[in-house]
């Protein structure tokens, strides 16, 4: 019996008359890796938000192992410091040098010395093949390069669960592949992971279950085979149809 | 009395007798900068506070340093400076107290009074509210996304405040106000108005003493000058120090 | 009672007598402020080297001292070269104009400055690229934008001259604070009540300005296209 590591229960949330989410549930296991797709405002970068709180939803549930966010009682900055994000726009502490933005988290909320921090931030950026570059300011990193240091930012914190809000969109396309890459070597190593993307070659490679998402609701979920072979709604098909147009069918793996 | 050759021009302006006055303006100098570092300071300290207040604080803590910034600056620093320093002499206080400070050769010569107390917390109270719109317009420029990244790996919203925002909005204020640094010292002249010793008084006094008025005034002015050029200088060097790529 | 009335009818005089003096003092010294300004910023925009730096040392100087000791070369050291205006109170007014100007030409100078330099320079290509001169594009499509950027920022600078003719005060000038001065000095409580109504006057001339004339002004240009004041 696998534990449950994020439980998303009846999830609702509107902005003004919007409503954005409508009634959205799910589970995600320990190691299990997720990718959540849909067209561009249908609610995804939302339920992310929601998941850890930066956006708290109207109605519906978010536990993280069994533990309810919702709960007056529960220290919403401590719970949060379990659940990783990485963002679209990297969103890196602009006056610290990488190796201190990676630090900064295990220092200063999880109470580890300079020295310890400093070590667990080493080691991250080598997870992101970015110890070379610690003493570079974000402004002096390319995007990639950025990026790569959002995700050790969250790794550094030994989360339970990490959140990728389209991770590579922002990025040119050159350097979608390193930052793909490293996710594929965290997924592999066992991270628990949501993945909000339309990188089909990488959901192909490593997602447990993928979920369609538009206007707010899940209109289907299942395995990468599910999708690529026989997706049932018409929705799902005309949505898949146009990303393959978009970025080529995902025959290849883009495995190392 | 019409100059015609710069040789009368000089005599006119006898700058040879710079010399019997000029022990005097060094003294209200040191008077001038006394009132500006403490103001300088002072202003500092509160306009940050103020500027947290107006930019983090809630509803009621924002209305109040709103206030408080608009009313400051809304309002001639000498109707401040005349108001504060009556106060002592409308609520009938003990006027009396004063310190006698030591000139950098050891006289004990430089006197602080209540006037000139209240005249330097007028300058940084004043000061305050001028930095901190500077302070304010430097903490909105900080990206959201920044905001959202510290809550995400779990920082309290005065962690937040204290490594992210802070350390990125002073350092972005500088240059900015570097301007309240340099205005500063212009406007502590206005402690002229209700007695105090500075640079200034001393000047006219000067003035008065020798009828030199045009030399003596116009060497005021290059004092000014000097340090603020200087103030300038030394402000733009600690920005270079402090500068970080990207901000 | 009756000395409720008092208060107010010296509050009346004070009121009469300096608040006229003060808006004429401010709204001259603005509009000789404007001319110079304009001209200097024209001059280090536009003009040949020499011109220049003419004008950057000119922003220097005038920046850099004191409103104060301005005041005291022209309403002491100077005075003078007012005599023509006759009286003694017309000279001082007139001394007191020279250096709330001359101090605001070198500002808004650099306000303008600014503004000119903050014009998209596809501006001036397209217009050249209908036909135009580099005079013409300059005098119709650069400087009217230039102004209009500008609107914010001088809202600012009449605040700052409004604030600071006050000073005008120490040289003999009958405006606001000089009446108050004159009429209560030596009774300190009636001093700072009346003090503290000057400063809300004050701030009755100036906050809505800056807040509501600057602000509106801020929108609508956004809203022109011309993405002025911060
Ligand atoms: N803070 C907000 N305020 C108002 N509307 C919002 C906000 N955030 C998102 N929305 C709206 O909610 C919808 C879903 O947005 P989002 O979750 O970002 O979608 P996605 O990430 O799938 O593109 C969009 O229509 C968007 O405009
Ligand atoms: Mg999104």
Known sequence: ?256 | MRPTSPNQLIGMLQINRIVEYLPDLWNGLSMTMGLYLFALFLGLGLGIVLAIGRHYGGPIVSRISTAYIEFMRGTPLLAQILAITTLPLALNLDTSWRIILQDIFGTPRITVDITILLCAITLGLNSGAYQAEYFRGSMASISGGQTLAAKSIGMTKRQEIRHIALPQSLRRAIPAWSNEAVYLPKYTTVAYFVGVPDLFSAAKLAAGRTFQSLTVYSLVAVIFLVLITAISWILSRIYNRVKIPGI | MQEAIGLLDILLLIMIRGLSTTLALTLISLLFGFLIGTGLALMRVYGPIELQWVSIGYEKIFRGIPLLVLLFIFGAALLGLFTWAGSLTNAVFVAAVFALALRSAAYQSELFRGSIMSIDPGQMMAAQSVGMNQYQATWHIILPQALRLSLPGWTNEYAVVIKDSSLASAIGVAELIYQAQAFTLDYPALFLGIILVIAIIYFAFTYPVTKYVGESMTTKLRELGLGGGK
């Open chain 1, 1 to 256: 019996m696998m534990t449950k590591v994020i439980e998303v229960k009846d999830v609702w949330k509107a902005y003004d008359t919007l409503e954005v989410l409508k009634g959205i549930s799910f589970d995600v296991f320990e190691g299990e890796v997720k990718v959540v797709f849909g067209p561009s405002g249908s609610g995804k970068s939302t339920l992310l938000r929601v998941i850890n709180m930066l956006t708290p939803p109207d109605k519906g549930e978010v536990l993280l192992r069994g533990q309810s966010l919702m709960d007056p009682q529960a220290d919403l900055t401590k719970l949060r410091a379990h659940i990783g994000f990485v963002f679209q726009n990297f969103n890196l502490f602009a006056h610290l040098k990488a190796i201190d933005n990676v630090s900064i988290g295990p220092h200063l909320v999880l109470g580890k010395t300079k020295e310890e921090a400093h070590d667990i931030a080493f080691k991250a950026l080598e997870k992101v093949r970015m110890n070379d570059w610690g003493h570079h300011y974000p402004a002096q990193l390319s995007g990639g390069q950025q990026q790569r240091i959002g995700i050790a930012r969250s790794l550094a914190m030994n989360p339970d669960v990490i959140l990728f809000d389209e991770p590579t969109s922002a990025l040119d396309p050159e350097l979608i592949g390193e930052v793909l890459q490293v996710m594929l070597d965290i997924a592999k190593e066992g991270t628990t992971m949501i993945v909000v993307t339309h990188e089909l070659g990488f959901a192909r490679a490593v997602a447990d279950e993928m979920i369609f998402m538009d206007h707010g609701v899940i209109v289907e979920t299942g395995t990468p085979q599910h999708f690529f072979q026989n997706p049932k709604s018409e929705r799902a098909i005309d949505f898949l149809h146009k990303l393959e147009v978009l970025y080529g069918q995902a025959e290849t793996d883009i495995e190392s």
